[in-house]
Nanobody, 125 residues
Framework: QLQVVESGGGLVQPGASLRLSCTTS????????IAWFRQAPGKEREGVSCITLDSGTTNYSDSVKGRFTISRGNFKNTVMLQMNGLKPEDTALYYC??????????????????WGQGTQVTVSS
């Protein structure tokens, strides 16, 4: 059974850091894309970052480039999102998603097949 579980969200002040984890099970995580999306109330789901696992190629939205870093975790079934310099506009429910894929990953939510339930990130003073 394929499962995707996010963790690591929380309430932080502007400028702080958080690290989100995406833990998967039931996947043979070689030829996959793993992505982070976020959705704020009243807004569409937005692609944040993704990684193509076999090549290590990464992709970031302009809004987080230079502040967020996606990487594989110490365990091969995990992917991390290190978020530095958090801003109030980063406040959203963050989702991890998985797709079988070879070419460089894309940040289109309609490409992804398996989703987690999300973890809330709130940035507020």
């Amino acid at each position: 059974q394929l499962q995707v579980v996010e963790s690591g969200g929380g309430l932080v002040q502007p400028g702080a850091s958080l690290r989100l984890s995406c833990t998967t099970s039931g996947f043979n995580l070689i030829y996959y894309w793993i992505a982070w999306f976020r959705q704020a109330p009243g807004k569409e789901r937005e692609g944040v970052s993704c990684i193509t696992l076999d090549s290590g190629t990464t992709n970031y939205s302009d809004s987080v480039k230079g502040r967020f870093t996606i990487s594989r975790g110490n365990f091969k079934n995990t992917v991390m999102l290190q978020m530095n310099g958090l801003k109030p506009e980063d406040t959203a429910l963050y989702y991890c998603a998985v797709k079988f894929g070879f070419r460089p990953c894309a940040l289109d939510p309609y490409e992804y097949d398996s989703w987690g339930q999300g973890t809330q990130v709130t940035v507020s003073s």
